[in-house]
């Protein structure tokens, strides 16, 4: 079933239960209900319980560790996320995009020191149509002008025609609290490329409350309650 175009939450996870029920093992569909439960719901205590069952079946798989680190910032348990995304480095330390979330998570703890000598470090392995996280980590840290000027970077790339999603820039201005601007690219997002359902990320915390994210809040019709207004 594709979430992103369906939109159908109640069918979705009764279809993951029938699953589960025909074979518990199934690891691809016990990933998918903690991503339903964390990332969809917002029941980031029963995502983390099902991505611990999955670590028996499968407790080499990369699989488990991203959706693991996605619950706990969904949740806002950086220490969490913080401890998974450090073994990922240990694991990869080649990998940029398990740094930024690392980073992410440290930004999120108040340690923007931290954060910024990681982001400093792998920066140039991360693409620049991927770096909307990289611009909310270095937000997050307190250096506001790097920020800015790395969503000019993609908002060029993106005016010239590059491969920069509408989602990514909508990351980015949010996390530098351009309201309107981070709402016109989310909305560009459902227009242009079919949506999202990561409405729960804390990169659209300072969207919440506004009345043009509720309606594609509501569009997506999340179960659950929306995380408070920031």
């Known amino acids: ?16 239960e029938r699953a589960l029920a025909l074979d518990p093992d199934y690891v691809d569909a016990r990933l998918a209900l903690a991503e339903w439960c964390g990332v969809v719901a917002g029941d980031t205590d029963r995502g983390v319980r ?32 913080v401890r998974v995304y450090r073994a990922q480095r240990e694991v ?21 020191a931290e954060a910024v000598a990681i982001m400093d470090q792998v920066l140039p ?17 307190g250096e506001e002008a790097r920020a800015r000027t790395i969503l000019e970077e993609m908002q060029e790339l993106r005016d010239g025609g590059g491969p920069v999603g509408a989602l990514h820039l909508a990351m980015g201005y949010a996390s530098l609290g351009e309201i309107e601007q981070a709402l016109t690219w989310l909305e560009r997002c459902f227009q242009d490329e079919g949506g ?23 569009r997506v019709g999340l179960p659950g309650a929306p995380p408070p207004a920031r």
């Not at 079933?1 to 993951?16: I, P």
């Not at 080649?94 to 980073?103: I, K, M, R």
């Not at 392995?125 to 840290?141: D, T």
């Open 125 to 141: 392995g991360i693409q620049v149509p991927l770096r909307g996280s990289v611009v909310q980590a270095y937000a997050l840290s």
């Open 196 to 218: 999202t359902y990561a409405l729960r990320d804390p990169a659209f915390d300072q969207l919440r409350g506004e009345p043009r994210f509720q309606v594609l809040w509501d």
């Open 50 to 81: 099902e991505i611990e069952r999955s670590k028996r079946l499968d407790p080499f798989s990369p699989r488990v560790g991203v959706m693991e680190g996605y619950n706990f910032i969904v949740g806002r348990r950086n220490e969490g996320a």
């Open 92 to 112: 990869n330390p080649e990998d940029p995009l398990a740094a930024n979330n690392l980073a992410l998570a440290i930004a999120a703890l108040g340690r923007g």
């Open 1 to 16: 079933m594709d979430w992103t175009l369906e939109w159908d939450w109640v069918a979705a996870r009764e279809e993951l």
